[in-house]
C-alpha cells in the first residue's frame, strides 16, 4: 500500500493542506524578510511546507506554524552558506517586485530593496525579533550568539533601514 | 513624520507590507514529497535505532559496523586457515578471526546493552535468527535470503513511523535494507564486522581466560573497547566489550547444530517502509 492513501492518511493529508493555506501569507513573508528574494522565497516555502508535511503525524498537535518557520529559517542558512560568496549584498530587488506603480508593489518593492541592504545575519535577527517577536535575550539564545551581538546587529540592521530611502518613501506614501 | 523609525514601526513595516499576489503553490506535489521523505526519514531512523540497540555503546563493534571500507573476500587473504602460522600482529589476528568465522557453521550471539536491551541471535553460514528486546518488548529478528527482517511491534515500540504506517507493518516482516545491520545476516558478514577501518586501527592486548577460553584482546586504539579471540587456533571470538563493561558481545557454542531456518517471507508478508 501507499503510505497516505489510507482513510486515516487522507485525513492528516486534508487537515495539512488546510494548514498549509492559511499559514502560506506568514511563512512566505518570514521567507521574504530572510531573502529579499520572492524567487528564493517561495522555494524556502515550499521546503518548510513539504518537511512540516513529512512531520505532520507529530507536528499535529504541536506548533507546526513554528517548526516550518524553524525549517525556512534553517534551509535559509544551508542556502546562504552553500552560496556562500556567490551572494552579493546589494540593492537589486529581483524582477518582479518592481515596475508597478500601484501602492502595495512600491511598497513591497521598497520593503524588499531595504531588506537587500542587509546582511543575512541582520535579515535572521529582523525576523526574529520582528516578525517572531522575540525577546533580544531570546533570539541570542536561537542563533547562539551574544547577546551583546543580537543588540548591535539589531542597532545596525535598523540603522540601515532608516538610512534606506526607498523605506522612508514608503513610509511617506504609506504613513 | 519622524525620518528614524523606531522598534515598533519597523515591525509594522514588515509585518504589514503588501506581500503581492502569493506564488502559485503545487500543494499535490508538496504532499507526495512529504510522504516520499516520511518514508526515508522512518527507514534511516528506523536502521538508526536499532543500530544503536545492537552496537550502540560497543565502540569496537560500531568502528567496525560503521566502516565503509569493503573488506576483502575472506578467502583471498588466507585461502588455507588451518596450516598458517600463528598471527603474530593484530592484523595478521583479525584476518585470522575473520577466516575462522566465515568458515565455523554457527554461533550464538548474545548481547546485552546499555538501558537493557539484548540481542540473543543464532548466526550460520546462511542467515541468522532470534530476538531482541528494547524497552521490555521483544522482537523477532531473522536474517535469510540476503535481507534482514524484523516482526512485532517494532516501528511501534520505537515510535518511528505514522500511525498509517504501523498499521500497515503490524504483523508483517518489516524489511531492513541498509547496511548497518546486513552484519548481522550471516557468518560471512559477522566475519567482516571484524575487519578494522585501518591496519593500525587495534594492538594486541593482555592474554586472558573468559568462560574457560584462552583469550587475547585486540584492542581498538581509536575506542577504548576490546575483542577477545581464542589465543589458539581456530581463532574465533569469544567476547566484545566497551570500557564501561556494560555494553558486551558473548560469542558462544560455535559450530553447534542450529535449527533450520524459515524460508524468506512472502512479498506479501513483508512490509518495506521504503515502499509503504
Redesign the interface.
Known amino acids: 500500500?501507499?503510505?497516505?492513501t489510507?482513510s486515516?492518511?487522507r485525513d492528516?493529508?486534508e487537515e495539512?493542506?488546510l494548514f498549509?493555506?492559511a499559514q502560506?501569507?506568514a511563512l512566505?513573508?518570514v521567507a521574504?524578510?530572510l531573502t529579499a528574494d520572492?524567487g528564493v522565497a517561495?522555494d524556502l516555502?515550499?521546503t518548510a511546507?513539504?518537511?512540516?508535511?513529512?512531520?505532520?503525524?507529530r507536528l499535529r498537535d504541536q506548533d507546526p506554524g513554528g517548526y516550518a518557520r524553524r525549517v525556512i529559517t534553517n534551509a535559509n542558512i544551508d542556502r546562504w552558506r552553500r552560496d556562500r560568496g556567490r551572494e552579493r549584498l546589494t540593492a537589486e530587488v529581483p524582477e518582479g517586485a518592481s515596475g508597478d506603480l500601484a501602492?502595495?508593489?512600491a511598497?513591497?518593492d521598497a520593503?524588499l530593496r531595504a531588506l537587500a541592504g542587509l546582511t543575512a545575519q541582520e535579515r535572521k535577527v529582523?525576523v526574529l525579533?520582528?516578525?517572531d517577536d522575540f525577546s533580544e535575550a531570546d533570539t541570542a539564545k536561537v542563533l547562539g550568539m551574544p547577546l551583546g551581538t543580537v543588540k548591535s546587529i539589531t542597532h545596525r540592521a535598523?540603522a540601515r533601514?532608516?538610512e534606506d530611502r526607498n523605506?522612508?518613501r514608503?513610509?511617506?506614501v504609506n504613513? | 513624520?519622524s525620518?528614524?523609525?523606531d522598534?515598533a514601526?519597523?515591525?509594522a513595516?514588515?509585518?504589514e507590507?503588501?506581500?503581492?499576489p502569493?506564488?502559485a503553490?503545487d500543494?499535490d506535489e508538496?504532499?507526495r514529497?512529504?510522504?516520499r521523505?516520511?518514508?526515508t526519514?522512518a527507514v534511516q531512523r528506523s536502521a538508526a535505532v536499532v543500530v544503536v540497540v545492537l552496537v550502540a555503546s560497543a565502540g569496537f563493534a560500531a568502528a567496525h559496523a560503521h566502516s565503509t571500507h569493503t573488506p576483502p573476500p575472506v578467502s583471498t587473504v588466507s585461502p588455507t586457515p588451518s596450516p598458517s602460522p600463528s598471527p603474530t600482529t593484530a592484523a595478521e589476528r583479525v584476518l585470522a578471526v575473520m577466516n575462522a568465522v566465515t568458515a565455523a557453521d554457527s554461533v550464538h550471539v548474545v548481547a546485552g546493552l546499555a538501558g537493557g536491551s539484548t540481542l540473543d541471535v543464532v548466526v550460520t553460514k546462511d542467515g541468522a535468527q532470534g530476538t531482541l528486546t528494547h524497552q521490555g518488548k521483544t522482537y523477532t529478528y531473522l536474517g535469510v535470503g540476503g535481507a534482514l527482517y524484523i516482526k512485532g511491534e517494532a516501528f511501534d515500540a520505537f515510535g518511528l513511523l505514522?500511525?498509517?504506517?504501523v498499521?500497515?507493518e503490524r504483523g508483517r516482516w518489516v524489511l531492513m535494507t541498509t547496511g548497518p545491520l546486513n552484519m548481522f545476516m550471516n557468518l560471512t558478514t559477522l566475519g567482516q564486522w571484524f575487519y578494522p577501518q585501518n591496519g593500525t586501527a587495534l594492538t594486541l592486548g593482555q592474554t586472558t581466560t573468559i568462560n574457560g577460553t584462552p583469550a587475547i584482546a585486540l584492542v581498538n586504539n581509536v575506542n577504548p573497547d576490546v575483542a577477545y579471540v581464542e589465543v589458539d587456533a581456530p581463532y574465533l571470538p569469544v567476547l566484545v566489550e566497551d570500557a564501561t563493561h556494560v555494553n558486551h558481545w558473548v560469542f558462544s557454542q560455535w559450530n553447534a547444530p542450529a535449527p533450520g531456518l524459515p524460508s524468506a517471507p512472502a512479498p506479501a508478508d513483508v512490509y518495506n517502509p521504503l515502499q509503504?
Open positions: 500500500m501507499v503510505v497516505g489510507s486515516a492518511g492528516l493529508d495539512f493542506r498549509a493555506g502560506r501569507p512566505y513573508r521574504l524578510v520572492p517561495e516555502v515550499q511546507l513539504m518537511r512540516t508535511h513529512a512531520r505532520w503525524p501602492a502595495g508593489v511598497e513591497r520593503v529582523v525579533r520582528f516578525l535598523i533601514l532608516r523605506l522612508d514608503t513610509r511617506e504613513p | 513624520m525620518d528614524v523609525p522598534l514601526e519597523t515591525r513595516v514588515l509585518r507590507f503588501d506581500l503581492g502569493l506564488p503553490l500543494l508538496v504532499v514529497r512529504g510522504h521523505r516520511r518514508r526519514a505514522s500511525p498509517t504506517q498499521a500497515a509503504g
